[in-house]
């Protein structure tokens, strides 16, 4: 088993550029989360999917970041145009329906100059 | 009332010590409890949970004790080893809410040899 796959794991760009994040879940989970890690707010949930569907975006910080899962085994976040206060880890996690454990990834570093 | 309150924020301890992490939520709803371990440059990985329905789970040298009636819960890491040397997270989530996980904090423990 692979594990949830996330790419890049480091990312450096500059303020005003597109930035996309792409993760692979594990074969079979049914639901992708999308977290934000940081010193000051710690791991933050930002959208999650269940079965392709997005089921609760509350936590994206604004229309800045946006999220697709266009199928099963693969979901971007973007974000458009980036900005300084966007640097932080992202993290991608993925669980089976019925099981309560989310596996998580290893992240990617981002640093918007 | 979706907080996690976790403490302490950092944590020092002798190998072959008790490390303590405590952790106090206040939605009541909220019925499975797990702890998440992240070392550098990882995601955080599920360590061991619980639900409310016991007191305590003991797994090898981790044990989480809960308290129903203070609605708080904690990690006990018997006999510590530099290698257990973290970033500990304890969350909490409402099955029904499709498991979006509430974090606590963090925890750095740091084990000297």
């Known amino acids: 088993d692979a594990g949830v796959i996330q790419s890049p794991r480091h990312e450096v760009t500059e303020m005003g550029q597109e930035v996309t994040l792409r993760c692979k879940p594990i074969s079979g989970h049914n639901s992708l989360f999308w977290y934000r890690q940081t010193m000051m707010r710690g791991l933050e949930l930002l959208i999650y999917?269940?079965?392709?569907?997005?089921?609760?975006d509350s936590g994206m910080p604004e229309d800045r970041f946006s999220a697709k899962m266009p199928n099963a085994s693969f979901s971007t976040l973007k974000i458009q145009p980036s900005e300084p206060r966007d640097s932080a880890v992202y993290f991608c996690a993925s669980r089976k329906d019925f099981q309560e454990t989310q596996y998580f990834g290893p992240g990617t570093r981002l640093l918007v100059l | 009332q979706q907080q996690v309150k976790q403490s302490p924020q950092s944590l020092i301890v002798q190998k072959g010590g008790i490390s303590i992490i405590n952790c106090a939520y206040e939605n009541t709803a909220f019925d499975y409890f797990p702890w998440y371990q992240q070392f550098p440059g990882k995601g955080p990985a599920l360590l061991i949970a619980?639900?409310?329905?016991?007191s305590e789970k003991k797994e090898g040298r981790f044990t989480i004790s809960f308290n129903k009636s203070a609605k708080q819960f904690s990690l006990h890491i018997m006999d510590s080893q530099p290698g257990d040397s973290a970033t500990y997270f304890c969350?909490?989530?409402?099955?029904?809410?499709?498991?979006?996980?509430?974090f606590g904090e963090g925890t750095q423990l740091t084990v000297n040899p």
């Open positions: 969350a909490a989530t409402q099955e029904t809410s499709g498991s979006r996980l509430t």
């Open positions: 999917f269940n079965n392709n569907v997005p089921i609760d």
């Open positions: 619980i639900r409310p329905d016991v």
